[in-house]
């Protein structure tokens, strides 16, 4: 039955591979009912064969070759030229919209199969292999001492045990006997043997079950919808909160049954959002809802007149952005050990500064990123939209325009149509008369169709932190300079505006602070954070009709400021979490 299991699984990987999924998210052609006949009923749509991201595909490499080897010699043979190459070529994935949307979306939902993937990861496996098996104290680690015993008489049980034992890390369950078997009839040469091992290893590495989330469920499946077995429920929680394999707790909760049980896997559930290692699947969903990857890379400017004498004293470098960005993943991180909520990301004064060049931005000291972070001493820095990561562009000109839509439609999930055909190309450019807010005025508020959108809904979001420079620094003039860099004057930045973050309401503020209360009064933060959570975690945009409980459910909990180590937790409590629906 696995084997029959396992070939189902090739087809559908063939079939990716030669295009023949196409049509929705699915992977499937879309389907619509003949006419005159009733649409069918909702059901939520779930991705056949998910395969690894990018960073799980990374992660899982480096996670199976150091619990295999130990970390001396999975660092050593991760070190290696052309390991190292494979691994850091691996195709990146991309940022899949939301129908409808054109700007949003995550990138673990790209399903799509390049050449590229293949590629690599048949030729990272034949390596790895060839650097287990080649290497005779290695093969040793991998063995144990029958790889080295002269007698002969245990080879076979030599072999049969690594591939058990190997496979349990690569294909994140335990093998059964077909499963050995197969994997045992591609070896001809001696058991032992270099090549035995390398082709156990390179086999295992280019599996469907390694690539991808092979899931079958349990045997006693109700109808279409069925419980995830226990190791594949174990897979699903441990990519999800630490995006690589299950560590040696998980997988014996699966072993024991444990994690089948509702104590067990509520147990193993904190354990995993508890831990350190979420760190890098909180970045990750906070980056791409927040849009921090859209900033430029900083160093890129360096050597242009205006830029230069624009930032003065500060030399931002290739990994300025990284640090920028990285600064957020850490204000989640700590918010979730020290019993934050949802709303202290929008509202927290600490900076997680680590670097000292991100440290001058803010005028802080440098965080060691273990004590207590230091306070932003600047009264005007009130939270999240005055945080670098939302206020930089990479360029001497702040964009009013870019700032508001980020906040409009990636943090509200505000709706906006798109720009007319004539306005797509049009460039802000810095003027060395008119402060950045007069030129976005004159440009999008005064003629055509741009006022419509830009004055109520676009503009007033981004003008609002004008008293940060492009680099995030606060500022009360803004400092005007000609072609050549020289400044020419400085003018009066204005931060009075009319947001109408609920529409209809004509109250004007002047501060980032009175926007972020705004924000938290109209209760679309939260249910925009229910949207984009749940398009995260299952891949998928959501649909209202059969997803509404969960969306509901995660509004619900963090509207109710329940610390957001709890919110993002329940999840995978629910029952969608936890279940296969092969409909």
């Known amino acids: 039955m696995r084997r029959l299991r396992f070939a189902c699984a090739l087809v559908m990987v063939a079939a990716t591979l030669l295009g023949a999924c196409k049509g929705d998210i699915n992977g499937g052609p879309s389907q619509q009912p003949p006419p005159g006949e009733p649409p069918p009923p909702a059901v939520p749509e779930e991705l056949p064969l998910r395969r690894l991201s990018a960073v799980q595909f990374q992660n899982t490499v480096r996670d199976v070759l150091t619990r295999a080897l130990g970390a001396p010699e999975a660092d050593a043979v991760l070190r290696d030229g052309a390991v190292a190459s494979q691994l850091q070529g691996y195709p990146r994935d991309l940022r899949v919209s939301i129908p409808g949307e054109s700007h949003g979306g995550f990138s673990r939902m790209d399903q799509g199969v390049q050449q590229g993937h293949i590629d690599i990861a048949y030729s990272l496996g034949l390596r790895v292999g060839e650097l287990l098996g080649s290497n005779a104290p290695r093969r040793g680690l991998l063995l144990g001492s029958c790889a080295t015993d002269a007698s002969t008489a245990n080879d076979e049980t030599c072999l049969v045990d690594f591939i058990s034992r190997f496979g349990r890390l690569a294909l994140r369950r335990p ?7 197969f994997y045992r009839e591609a070896v001809s040469e001696p058991p032992v043997s270099p090549v035995a091992v390398q082709k156990v290893v390179a086999l295992m590495l280019t599996a469907p079950e390694f690539l ?23 897979a699903r929680l441990s990519y999800h909160f630490w995006q690589t394999l299950p560590d040696a707790l998980l997988t014996e909760a ?28 909180l970045g990750e969903f906070f980056s791409q809802w927040f849009r921090l990857d859209d900033l430029e890379e900083f160093d890129r400017r360096v050597g242009d007149p205006v830029f230069d004498a624009f930032r003065g004293d500060f030399t931002p470098t290739g990994d300025t952005r990284e640090r920028i960005n990285g600064e957020v993943a850490d204000l989640v991180s700590w918010l979730v050990s020290h019993d934050g909520t949802l709303q202290d990301v929008l509202t927290d004064r600490h900076a997680f500064a680590r670097d000292a060049d991100l440290a001058t931005l ?113 500022r009360s003039t803004q400092r005007l300079f000609d072609s050549t860099g020289q400044q020419v004057g400085e003018r009066p930045v204005r931060t009075d505006t009319v947001p109408s973050v609920v529409p209809g309401d004509t109250r004007s503020v002047s501060s980032a602070a009175e926007v972020t209360q705004l924000i938290l009064d109209s209760g679309q933060y939260e249910e925009c ?17 059969s997803d509404g409980p969960i969306l509901e459910a995660l509004n619900t909990a963090a509207r109710s400021r329940q610390p957001l180590r709890a919110v993002l937790a329940s999840v995978a409590l629910r029952p969608e979490f936890q279940r296969k629906d092969f409909r």
Request: aromatic share 8%; hydrophobic share 35%; with cysteine.
């Open 175 to 181: 093998l059964d006997a077909d499963d050995v078997a």
């Open 212 to 234: 991808y989330f092979v899931e079958h469920g349990q045997a006693d499946a109700d109808g279409t919808v069925t419980r995830l077995t226990a190791h594949e429920l174990a």
């Open 362 to 474: 803010y005028g802080v000291p440098r965080w060691d990123g273990v004590s207590q972070p230091p306070t932003f001493s600047e009264p005007q820095r009130s939270g999240l939209l005055t945080r670098i990561a939302f206020l930089a562009t990479g360029s001497a000109n702040t964009r009013p325009i870019i700032k508001g839509y980020r906040i409009r439609n990636a943090l509200l999930c505000g709706s906006i149509p798109p720009p007319p055909a004539d306005a797509m190309m049009t460039r802000v450019e810095l003027s060395p008369e008119l402060t950045t807010r007069e030129v976005v005025e004159r440009l999008t508020e005064t003629q055509g169709s741009c006022p419509s959108c830009h004055r109520t809904r676009l503009n007033p979001l981004g003008f609002v932190t004008e008293n940060f420079d492009a680099l995030g620094r606060f």
């Open 254 to 281: 699966a072993d024991s049954g444990a994690l089948l049980t509702d104590a067990g896997y509520r147990q193993q559930v904190e354990r995993l959002m508890g831990d350190a290692r979420a760190h890098q699947a």
């Open 529 to 545: 954070f229910a949207r984009q959570y749940f398009r995260y975690t299952f891949a998928r945009p959501e649909s209202d009709a």
